[in-house]
């Protein structure tokens, strides 16, 4: 079965260098989103991207990140100058093109996530 | 804006016990989504069910079904005769028409002990 991949599983990062967290989205998938966990919390939802541009992005994404979809394959989140409290998992997402306004919101698959570490 | 509350922090239960775990949710959309997604102690999310607003039918999927009701904003998760293999964080989410993207509620821990 496809499923999204992400790269690299962890990341260690010293606090103010950048960092580029990868994903191989589903093949067939037009929808992309990112999002964080910090240990031991909810899932927040950080932005989604369709069409080559970001469609949403929460308070959290802030200048300090931005997206990218350099090549047909890859979905990139950048975080330009971390800060310790960028530490956690990090999930990148896809869902399908909707067919239909019956067929709504497809459900988001979910890569495995980044655990990133700031240090 | 949309909001989903997961009241149960953590529930214990033991193998083969039935077990509820509540979804509240917030949205002034008439048109919005709902989800139920897994985290087992790997991390990773695993999808387990969609419902669409206009789409009241409840579900049932082997071991699991989800009851959805509008008038009260709830989508409740039952697992009947749970097993060890059912312990994870159990999160709902929602959202509402495009571009789709989900709110979270903080999620259930559900541990079922042997």
């Known amino acids: 079965e496809p499923e999204v991949t992400q790269t690299p599983s962890h990341q260690v990062t010293q606090m103010g260098q950048e960092v580029i967290l990868r994903c191989v989205p589903i093949s067939n998938h037009l929808y992309f989103y990112w999002y964080r966990q910090i240990l031991g919390q909810k899932v927040e939802f950080l932005v989604s991207f369709y069409n080559n541009e970001i469609s949403e992005k929460s308070e959290i994404f802030d200048d300090q990140f931005s997206v990218e979809r350099p090549d047909g394959s890859n979905f990139t989140l950048k975080i330009r100058s971390t800060k310790l409290e960028d530490s956690a998992m990090y999930f990148c997402?896809?869902?399908?093109?909707?067919?239909?306004?019956?067929?709504?919101?497809?459900?988001?698959?979910f890569g495995d996530g980044t655990r990133l570490s700031i240090l | 804006a949309q909001k989903v509350t997961q009241a149960q922090t953590e529930i214990s239960v033991v193998e083969k016990e039935d077990v509820t775990l509540d979804c509240v949710y917030e949205t002034r959309d008439t048109t919005y989504y709902l989800f139920w997604y897994k985290q087992p102690p790997s991390g990773e999310l695993v999808f387990l069910i969609r419902?669409?607003?206009?789409?009241?039918q409840n579900e049932i999927s082997g071991r699991y079904s989800w009851n959805f009701q509008k008038s009260t904003s709830s989508f409740n998760f039952t697992i009947t005769a749970s097993q060890v293999v059912d312990s994870a964080v159990y999160f709902c989410a929602l959202s509402e028409a495009w571009p789709g993207d989900m709110r979270f509620g903080a999620g259930t821990r559900l541990t079922v002990k042997p």
């Open positions: 419902r669409n607003s206009f789409d009241e």
């Open positions: 997402a896809s869902s399908e093109a909707l067919l239909t306004a019956m067929e709504g919101n497809q459900p988001q698959h």
